[in-house]
């Protein structure tokens, strides 16, 4: 590769990672030389603005016709944008809480690694959600993946913290090799790691003996990215890592590494294995293995909910509905419906409004058992009720944007051919179940009585990222359309994702 | 008018908003705020009505969500049925928030109240407005919140917070039928719109044995929020919310949502006969079923409680026998008839603070205007002629006479009679005989509360002249023009009906004043011959213990054994479905033991089993 084809390619389609890759680098710099005395909050007001201007790059790339540069390993399409500003939004407001997050045992020295650390890992998604290769796609989970092993251990003195960030490494190791030996199949059988390409390569596979390793490196990528997502019965690690890890980390688990898992599952998922037709060569590979899908699907959403049932504990609480939410996307997924990728995007920004809404007001009350809100709307009534509506959104009732990112769901599963209405019933079954331990955290901050007082120890920001994400909860119930316009007209519906 | 007919439920709702943040300042002004609004909201549905009677319908809708290539809509509709029932709504919103106002004077959540008042106001004129079934569940179940809110007003008492759990669980199992009776309604139909769905019933692209299906689940959602046997017994339970809350919610509006449903779905109702008779059958017996339980109760409110149950009953069989404009009518008069009612027992107990009937009395001579008014609620609610309750009334008897349904007729006839006693006997025990000595201190209640009463009392005389078989049937002509089903907008029933009518409704009060009044006739006069009958009534045919799985030794009746089975089975499954939960709950915690050796495990095997079905199967290849 001379000079010439490097000048050649469009670099600025890559911008926003850039943007994101220099302010670490300069991160990590200004970490190592400024002195102890500067505190290093103001590194975290620099990752916002970098973060601040790699979202303003990305929509002036809005409608451009879809890049490839580096010989089609990196694809600015416009699934990659949408995808990439949900990415960057929920980033930002990790970011705000990280500021202000103040635990018991000090975080000083760590706290310049942590923001250099965060803007590494959110590269290694915004990497995933635009490559068109393997090689890239790796590359960008284990970017992703290897940060935020340390990011959960930072609190180094913390011994929870450590147990947790040794467990997350060794199941994340599990993941990543049956990842990868899903992914060399896959190799191995069509002999590029160009997704298009291999894409059609696969088309004209003669040998139908090769579908069934196929099949086999279908299932292993599934399992290995169900870890990443944290769907059952591969979600075990999720209760304890969340847990143990400090609360920006969860969130940003709970948020960018689940949203990461999606975009990957369905980048590969529409290009790979929707083209490979299946041996009777009326339907695709995906399809015929849609059974296994719906299995997880189901699974996942009734562990991750009668599970979240026993907890007492908030975090252990909402690692599980985590896990349930997760269930439901993979509804949409299983359903394959002409718009499933509009459901998973909306859905994800809806669920990431509530996620942050909901870490912050942990944040704030500094509390970690659900009995300790009792008393809160006697306290604090505009906390209770900021709670009370992420509840409710969590739960997905009418009004909140969970419940349209549900309708969606549960649309899309019985707009298609067969229909999915045994998932479509479970997803209402185990949301129905979901209510009691939602509603258990509103019942407690509203009906009981406090047995002790509160130490509140977040500062005004947490107030204003609550308020934020309660309204765009709330607006979105209301007026789903605001998002859905956004998304139509920007993106068009994703055609160009095969391009 | 009409077209901005959006802006009634905005004010409750501002007002709902003001109250919540600023709840801590200037509280007395803030209730002056929330009084207003609700009076600016009463005075647009008013002159929406008005429009109403010269123009056309109005309908206005945008693109709420487009989910690929499905199109939801949001919007309003305003017809001649929701058009009557925004009025209902927002005058009876209007006279209990001044009503409140002097009512709850001194609690010092009283902002909280009315901010709850406004909700449940926003969410109940937002159901009616709504044009599509989508857009009424969502507002359903927020009318839902605003009742479970108000019910446990009065959390720190263990009973409200019970009676509001309670209410949420019931109406909450009516809801899923309603759930599922819409999404089949929609997966059938393709549109969550009414006027589609009716569309698609005249033009005869719906089985008649999906109609039925969807209509009776509807019906389910209808009977959970209208307190209809099987789940009624939420709604003598939530009488442990605050009194105005009582005649707001649980007299003239939200149970009332449940016939509104059936009455804005007729269509798809008439189009199926044994959805129909369904709706007739449980109206009948519901009807007769709480007035009976009413004869015993001795809390003023409890009995009260019953009676709406059993005039929701009314409407229902009203409804099912093909009475539209019989069934509406009556809502209309009940809605004002029974808010004085419960107004007025608020008054008196306000006054006298007990609910126990059996501790009052006498209290006519204390209370100048809370008697005659009271007195008045009680004539219409027992259909003394003349007052609205008697047309209303009418209407429906005859609607199940000329029907055919002979037997139901009966029932209601049997209902009227234990209506009028039991209502009387409320008044003569309350009002009537001599003063009790811990009540010399009782005084009359100040005008904030008499006069929300007062216009109720004139309305529940003269609300039955809109439909009268002598004036004119105004009502039912206007109602039933432009409606997608074959309704009468009055049917000509004999005249002995309305004689039969009138004579069990005097010779209800006849008794009831012979036994509670003159005491010429003993009280346990029919205690004393019945015993059982009389203990199975006054402990509610049992159905609280029974639903909370008490098993009374000895079932006497047979109808009660096989309720036990029927319940025994049902509470089997719930309690299965619960104690399975748990326990797989208690497992799946136990699994998560920290050792991330047994993580790793579980994941392999999950792998291994993925692969090995897949091996087996061939994976569907």
Request: hydrophobic share 55%; proline share 2%.
């Amino acid at each position: 590769m001379d000079l010439d084809t490097l000048l050649s390619f469009s670099w600025h389609a890559m911008g926003p990672e850039f943007i994101i890759l220099g302010t670490a680098t300069l991160l990590s710099l200004l970490d190592l030389f400024l002195p102890r005395s500067f505190h290093r909050k103001w590194l975290g007001w620099l990752s916002v603005a970098s973060i601040v201007a790699a979202i303003v790059f990305l929509l002036t790339l809005i409608g451009d016709t879809p890049f490839a540069i580096l010989y089609d390993t990196f694809r600015l399409d416009s699934f990659a944008i949408a995808f990439k500003l949900v990415l960057l939004v929920a980033a930002g407001f990790v970011l705000l809480l990280a500021i202000s997050y103040e635990p018991k045992e000090k975080l000083t020295e760590f706290r310049g690694e942590f923001f250099y650390l965060f803007l590494v890992a959110l590269l290694g998604a915004m990497i995933m959600s635009s490559s068109g290769d393997l090689i890239t796609l790796f590359v960008g989970l284990e970017l992703m993946t290897l940060s935020s092993y340390i990011l959960v251990g930072i609190r180094k003195k913390h011994l929870p913290s450590n147990e947790s960030a040794m467990k997350y490494v060794i199941n994340g190791g599990i993941a990543t090799a049956i990842t990868l030996f899903g992914m060399s199949y896959l190799y191995g059988v069509a002999g590029t790691t160009n997704l298009l390409e291999m894409a059609e390569r696969l088309q004209e596979l003669t040998n139908t003996q090769h579908l069934f390793l196929l099949a086999l490196a279908f299932l292993m990528i599934l399992v290995g990215l169900s870890f990443k997502i944290a769907a059952a019965p591969f979600h075990m690690w999720t209760p304890d890592v969340y847990e143990g890890a400090p609360i920006p980390v969860t969130a940003f688990l709970s948020i960018i590494s689940k949203a990461a898992g999606f975009i990957l599952i369905i980048r590969m998922f529409i290009t790979v294995f929707y083209h490979i037709p299946d041996v009777s060569n009326n339907s695709s590979l995906l399809m015929a293995l849609q059974s296994f899908l719906a299995v997880l699907a189901a699974v996942t959403m009734i562990w991750g909910n009668i599970v979240a049932l026993r907890q007492t504990k908030i975090k252990r609480m909402l690692a599980y509905s985590s896990v349930a939410h997760a269930g439901y996307l993979l509804v949409a997924v299983t359903a394959f419906s002409a718009f499933m990728v509009e459901t998973i995007w909306f859905y994800l920004t809806a669920y990431l409004f509530m996620t942050i809404a909901v870490f912050s007001l942990l944040q704030l009350m500094n509390i970690e058992e659900v009995k300790q809100l009792s008393g809160l709307s006697k306290r604090a009534p505009l906390l209770a009720v900021a709670l009370a509506l992420t509840m409710l959104g969590l739960a997905g009732i009418p009004g909140t944007s969970g419940f349209i990112g549900k309708l969606n769901i549960f649309l899309g599963a019985l707009s298609t051919e067969p229909t999915h209405y045994l998932l479509a019933a479970i997803l209402i079954a185990t949301t129905v179940i979901s209510y009691i331990y939602y509603f258990k955290l509103i019942i407690y901050a509203f009906f009981r009585e406090a047995n002790r007082t509160f130490q509140m120890s977040g500062k005004k920001m947490n107030g204003v990222i609550i308020s934020i994400c309660v309204l765009m909860t709330v607006l979105l119930g209301v007026f789903p359309q605001l998002a859905y316009d956004f998304l139509h007209q920007n993106f068009l519906s994703f055609y160009d994702f095969l391009q | 008018m009409m077209e901005i007919a959006w802006i009634i439920p905005l004010f409750p709702l501002f007002s709902f908003l003001v109250l919540l943040i600023f709840g801590r300042k200037w509280r007395r002004g803030q209730i002056d705020f929330a009084v207003i609004l609700s009076l600016v909201s009463f005075i647009c549905a008013l002159l929406v009505l008005f429009a109403r009677f010269t123009q056309e319908n109005v309908k206005v809708e945008f693109t709420w969500l487009t989910i690929g290539e499905t199109q939801l809509t949001a919007g309003f509709e305003v017809n001649q049925l929701n058009a009557l029932m925004l009025v209902i709504v927002s005058l009876v919103s209007f006279l209990v928030h001044m009503y409140s106002k002097a009512y709850m004077e001194g609690d010092e959540r009283i902002t909280v109240f009315f901010a709850y008042l406004g909700l449940f106001t926003f969410a109940m004129l937002g159901l009616v407005l709504s044009p599509n079934l989508l857009q009424t569940y969502i507002f359903w179940e927020l009318v839902g919140v605003g009742s479970f809110l108000l019910i446990g007003f009065y959390f720190y008492k263990e009973e409200a917070k019970a009676a509001a759990k309670k209410a949420f669980i019931m109406t909450r199992i009516g809801d899923v039928g309603l759930l599922i009776g819409m999404i089949l309604l929609f997966w059938q139909v393709g549109s969550f719109e009414y006027d589609e769905i009716f569309a698609v019933i005249s033009a005869g692209d719906l089985s008649e044995t999906m109609a039925t299906l969807t209509a009776i689940l509807i019906f389910i959602g209808a009977v959970g929020k209208s307190g209809q046997f099987p789940l009624h017994s939420w709604l003598p339970d939530a009488m442990e919310g605050p009194t105005p809350v009582s005649a707001l919610i649980h007299a003239a509006t939200m149970v009332a949502a449940g016939v509104y449903l059936v009455a804005a779905l007729y269509p798809l109702f008439a189009f199926s006969e044994v959805a129909m008779l369904t709706i007739a059958i449980v109206g009948g017996f519901t009807a007769i079923f709480a007035a009976t339980i009413g004869m015993t109760q001795r809390d003023i409110k409890r009995a009260l409680a019953y009676s709406t149950v059993s005039q929701l009953g009314y409407m229902m069989l009203a409804l099912g026998v093909g009475g539209y404009v019989a069934g509406v009518f009556h809502l209309t008069t009940h809605a004002f008839f029974k808010a004085l009612l419960f107004l007025a027992a608020g008054s008196v107990i306000h006054a006298v603070h007990t609910q126990d009937i059996e501790k009052m009395g006498g209290l006519w001579k204390k209370m100048k205007w809370t008697a005659p008014l009271f007195l008045i609620g009680t004539m219409a609610i027992s259909g003394v002629p003349l007052l609205s309750g008697f047309f209303s009334k009418e209407e429906i008897l005859v609607s199940a006479w000329v029907s055919g349904h002979y037997l139901l007729f009966t029932l209601a006839i049997i209902a009227a009679f234990f209506t009028a006693f039991y209502m009387f006997r409320l008044f003569f025990l309350v009002f009537g005989g001599e003063e009790k000595k811990e009540q010399s201190a009782v005084k009359e209640s100040s005008n904030w509360m008499t006069v929300p009463m007062l216009v109720l009392a004139l309305l529940a005389i003269v609300a039955g002249y809109i439909q009268t078989p002598w004036f004119g049937t105004f009502l039912g002509d206007w109602l039933t023009t432009g409606i997608a089903a074959n309704v009468h907008g009055h049917l000509d029933g004999p005249l002995w009906v309305m004689v039969v009518a009138t004579v069990v409704t005097f010779l209800g009060i006849l008794l009831a004043w012979l036994m509670y009044s003159k005491k010429v006739l003993s009280r346990d006069w029919f205690t004393s011959r019945a015993p059982y009958t009389y203990q199975l009534v006054i402990n509610k045919y049992y159905i609280d213990e029974v639903y909370q799985y008490i098993f009374v030794k000895g079932s006497r009746f047979v109808s009660q054994i096989l309720h036990f089975v029927e319940v025994y089975l049902i509470e089997g499954l719930i309690s299965l479905v619960t104690i399975t939960m748990r326990r797989l709950s208690i497992i799946g915690s136990k699994f998560q033991n920290g050792q991330t050796q047994l993580y790793g495990t579980v994941a392999f095997v999950g792998l291994a089993i993925l692969i090995v079905v897949f091996a087996l199967t061939g994976g569907g290849f």
